[in-house]
């Protein structure tokens, strides 16, 4: 089994910066990769971004490209998630994915794939 718990979410001006972090315990070698999920009220669950673990491969939604960055600790079995450039549309509740199995493009943005999550960390971003 895997946990998952999540941290740095917060209230922040449109245009700031956020930084969260997801930190992995328990039978952490069995993890293939990691990102996150987002769902702000009243809408599904949506990908944001994803990290294989081996190669190190990343994946991102169209609509936080170039504003959103996922890196991993390699010291620890701890996931990061640079978010700048924040908008209003930004704002959910944000949770930390880790699965057993390999990224691909169709994959990665289903929920589905992911075998654990996190409880989530709020990110607020006012106008």
């Known amino acids: 089994q895997v946990e998952l718990v999540e941290s740095g979410g917060g209230l922040v001006q449109s245009g700031g910066s956020l930084r969260l972090s997801c930190d992995a315990s328990?039978?952490?070698?069995?993890?293939?990769?990691m990102g996150w999920f987002r769902q702000a009220p009243g809408k599904e669950r949506e990908f944001v971004a994803a990290?294989?673990?081996?190669?190190?491969?990343?994946y991102y939604a169209d609509s936080v490209k170039g504003r959103f960055s996922v890196s991993r600790d390699g010291a620890r079995d701890t996931v990061r998630l640079q978010m700048n450039s924040l908008k209003p549309e930004d704002t959910a509740r944000y949770f930390c994915v880790a699965t057993r199995w390999p990224l691909n493009s169709l994959a990665v943005v289903t929920t589905d794939h992911y075998d654990y999550w996190g409880r989530g960390t709020q990110v607020t971003v006012r106008a």
């Open positions: 990290l294989s673990w081996t190669g190190g491969s990343t």
């Open positions: 328990g039978r952490t070698s069995s993890i293939y990769a």
